[in-house]
């Protein structure tokens, strides 16, 4: 089974990605992504999963039978990278999306039986942060962090500028009753500028027997059942990527590959 997954045209509903646990072959997460025309309007239901609307770029009116977000959304493209407008909705709902600009919109999913409102994430509830240094420095939007309500979904988005690498060192997060990490699935949205561009991503285990190293391009989706992931951008291209995580304890909580951990450390960037 591909982990990659390319971008296809646009159905009669504008979806371009349908990733799913059974296509995935796992059990939490599930991704889907839009490309709306201005006016269209998309017709949703969670069923017995919660959703993270995310509006990669443009504006949309969101409803659900319990809440209305109108005329929400402000970036036009992700990268301007400012933090964009998201909505959480929970099981068992029906939400209507009114597409008020040409729109990109994510659609982030994982079991639940929670009873939480419906809310809108607006720009000032995200978290932003720097992480990295030298040529590993990338900027992170915490949408729907473990520290923010929700059964089983975490949502990031990541950006890295051109040559450099995320998502690294190393780490991974796939065991399951572990004392230094917790099972979490995951998937790679990426995004390019300009939009021609490419990226590499690497999935593997310390075993190798799962060893697959992929050329990403835009709107592509990378599954990682399990193993390390990190990419590595192209000279003269930025890279965006949306995460979305899921499993049965809600919270990321990993652990490096050692060979790489020194690159969190003072060594690096080595002296020449």
């Avoid at 992700?78 to 990109?104: G, M």
């Avoid at 809310?119 to 923010?148: M, T, Y």
């Avoid at 500028?193 to 027997?209: I, K, M």
């Avoid at 979305?244 to 809600?250: D, Q």
């Amino acid at each position: 089974m591909s982990l990659l997954n390319k971008a296809k045209q646009p159905d009669a509903q504008g979806r371009i990605q349908n990733v799913t646990p059974e296509s995935a072959g796992w059990r939490y997460v599930g991704f889907d992504a839009y490309l709306l025309k201005k006016g269209q309007t998309l017709q949703l239901e969670s069923g017995d999963k919660e959703l993270c609307l995310v509006l990669v770029a443009g504006l949309a009116s969101v409803k659900t039978r319990q809440a209305e977000f109108p005329n929400i959304g402000k970036r036009m493209s992700p990268f301007e990278r400012t933090p964009p407008y998201s909505v959480y909705v929970p099981h068992n709902e029906q939400i209507e999306v009114v597409a008020e600009s040409d729109l990109e919109l994510a659609v982030c999913n994982s079991p639940s039986q929670g009873n939480l409102p419906a809310r809108l994430i607006a720009p000032e509830d995200v978290g932003v942060e720097q992480r990295g240094k030298g040529h590993n420095k990338r900027l992170v939007h915490n949408i729907l962090p473990d520290n923010k309500p929700a059964d089983s979904l975490l949502v990031v988005e990541v950006y890295t500028n051109e040559g450099d690498t995320s998502s690294y060192p190393s780490h991974k997060h796939d065991q399951e009753d572990s004392e230094d990490e917790t099972y979490l699935e995951e998937t790679y949205y990426h995004r390019f500028d300009p939009e021609r561009g490419f990226a590499l991503q690497r999935v593997y285990t310390d075993d190798r027997s799962l060893d697959e190293c992929m050329p990403v391009y835009n709107r592509d989706v990378v599954t990682v059942p399990r193993g390390y992931h990190p990419v590595a951008t192209i000279a003269g291209y930025d890279n965006y990527y949306l995460n979305v995580m899921a499993g049965p304890v809600r919270l990321w909580k990993f652990t490096w590959e050692k060979d790489h951990a020194w690159v969190n450390s003072d060594e690096y960037p080595r002296k020449k």
